[in-house]
C-alpha cells in the first residue's frame, strides 16, 4: 500500500456524486493499492443530504476508504488535496445551453481557486466537471496564480465516450476497436468529435464509415446534443456516465494513455492548432505519469478547421463574458 491520496470532490450531495463517490472509494479511481481520503464539499442547506451519502459510504465498508470528512468551507476541504475534482454547480434544464449557467455557477470557481491555490498539495491535479467546464476551469486557474497552468483541466472525456460508441455501433465493431477520438473546442453544442484522426480497428475510421453525410448530419450532432437529449428523456442532466467519465478522464491523466491511443482532455491551449494561447479548450492529448501533452501533427483540413475555430469562437466569447464581469482579470 502506497500513501493515501486526498481527494476532494464538490457538490458531493448531487447526482453526479452520488455514482462517482462509490467508485472512487471502491478503487476505480486509483487502483488496487492505494487508499483514499475523501474530502466533500457542499453548500451548508446540502450538508445534512451528505451526511445520508457519508452513512452509506460507511455501509459499503471499502476496504480502501481511509477516511471521509465534510465541510461548507472550501478552506478546510482544499487543505493538501492531491486531487480535485469540482463537479458542484447548477445543472441545466430542458431549453438551456450549457452556457446559461455562466452566471449561476461561474463565481464559485472564483473561491474554489483561490481556495485550492492557498490549501492543495502541490502536486494537486483539478478537473472541472460543472458546467460550462471549460470556462469554469479557466476562471479557477486565474485565480490559482501559484498552482501551475496545466493542473487544470476541463472534462470532455463524456463527449469522447459518446463519440466512440456512435462511431463502434455504425461500424458494427466494440468500442476499444475505436481509437485516437477527439472531441476539439468546448464542452458545448459547438465541440467537434473528430472521426478523421480516429481509427477503427487500426484503420481511418472515416475511411472506414465511409459516409461523410453520416458524419456530418448524424455522427456530429449525435454527439454533441447528447447531454440535451439525456435531459430531455431523464427530466435531469447525466449523472452516471458523467461520474464514469470523470473517473476515467482523472485516472488516464494520473496513470498514462495507452501506448497508440490518446483521450480528450480541455486543457490551457499553448496556441497549438490555432487555438488562442490561454484558452481551457479540448484538444487530443496523452498523459503520463501526471503530465500531460497535446497531440502535434495532425493535418486539419478545410472542414475540421471550421468546425475547431467555432466552438473556438464560443470559448473566446464565454471568456470576454466573465472578464467583463471581474470573475478573471484580462
Ligand atoms: N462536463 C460534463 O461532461 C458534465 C457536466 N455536468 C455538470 O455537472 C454539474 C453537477 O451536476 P449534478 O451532480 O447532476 O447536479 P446536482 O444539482 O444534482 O448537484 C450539484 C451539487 O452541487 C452543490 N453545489 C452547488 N454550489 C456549490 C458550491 N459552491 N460548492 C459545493 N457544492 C455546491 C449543490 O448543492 C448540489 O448538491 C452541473 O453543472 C452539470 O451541468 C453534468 C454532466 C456532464
Ligand atoms: O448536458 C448537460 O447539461 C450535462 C452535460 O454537460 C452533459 O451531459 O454532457
Known amino acids: 500500500m502506497t500513501t493515501p491520496v486526498k481527494v476532494a470532490v464538490t457538490g458531493a450531495a448531487g447526482q453526479i456524486c452520488y455514482s462517482l463517490l462509490f467508485r472512487i472509494a471502491s478503487g476505480q479511481l486509483l487502483g488496487p493499492d492505494t487508499k483514499v481520503q475523501l474530502r466533500l464539499l457542499e453548500i451548508t442547506p446540502a450538508l445534512k ?7 452509506e459510504l460507511d455501509d459499503c465498508a471499502f476496504p480502501l476508504l481511509d477516511s471521509v470528512e465534510i465541510s461548507d468551507d472550501a478552506n478546510t476541504v482544499f487543505d493538501g488535496v492531491n486531487v480535485a475534482m469540482l463537479v458542484g454547480a447548477r445543472p441545466r434544464g430542458k431549453g438551456m445551453e450549457r452556457s446559461d449557467l455562466l452566471e449561476a455557477n461561474g463565481q ?21 466537471t460543472g458546467n460550462p467546464a471549460n470556462t469554469n476551469a479557466l476562471i479557477a486557474m486565474h ?4 498552482i501551475p497552468t496545466e493542473r487544470f483541466s476541463a472534462l470532455t472525456r463524456l463527449d ?39 481509427e477503427i480497428g487500426g484503420r ?58 490518446w483521450t480528450s482532455m480541455a486543457v490551457r491551449s499553448d496556441g497549438s492548432y490555432g487555438v488562442p494561447e490561454g484558452l481551457i479548450s479540448s484538444f487530443p492529448v496523452t498523459t503520463k505519469d501526471g503530465d500531460w501533452e497535446i497531440v502535434q501533427g495532425l493535418e ?14 464560443e470559448l473566446t466569447e464565454e471568456r470576454d463574458t466573465v472578464t467583463e464581469k471581474g470573475l478573471i482579470q484580462g
Open 143 to 146: 485565480n490559482a496564480p501559484d
Open 108 to 128: 464559485i470557481f472564483t473561491g474554489q481557486g483561490k481556495a485550492l491555490n492557498d490549501h492543495a498539495a502541490d502536486d494537486v491535479r483539478i478537473t472541472v
Open 49 to 55: 443530504a451528505l451526511e445520508g451519502v457519508v452513512m
Open 204 to 261: 481511418n475510421a472515416a475511411e472506414v464509415i465511409g459516409d461523410q453525410a453520416w458524419i456530418e448530419n448524424d455522427f456530429i450532432p449525435t454527439v454533441a446534443q447528447r447531454g440535451a437529449a439525456i435531459i430531455e428523456a431523464r427530466g435531469s442532466s447525466s449523472a452516471a456516465s458523467a461520474a464514469n467519465a470523470t473517473i476515467e478522464h482523472t485516472r488516464l491523466w494520473l496513470q498514462g494513455t495507452p501506448e497508440g491511443d
Open 300 to 313: 486539419i483540413d478545410e472542414f475540421s478547421r471550421g468546425r475547431i475555430d467555432a466552438s473556438v469562437a
Open 160 to 198: 469522447h465516450n459518446r463519440a466512440l460508441t456512435q462511431a463502434a455501433q455504425k461500424a458494427s465493431v466494440s468500442t476499444p476497436e475505436v481509437t485516437k477520438m477527439t472531441i476539439w473546442g468546448n464542452h458545448s453544442a459547438t465541440q467537434y468529435p473528430d472521426l478523421f484522426h480516429a
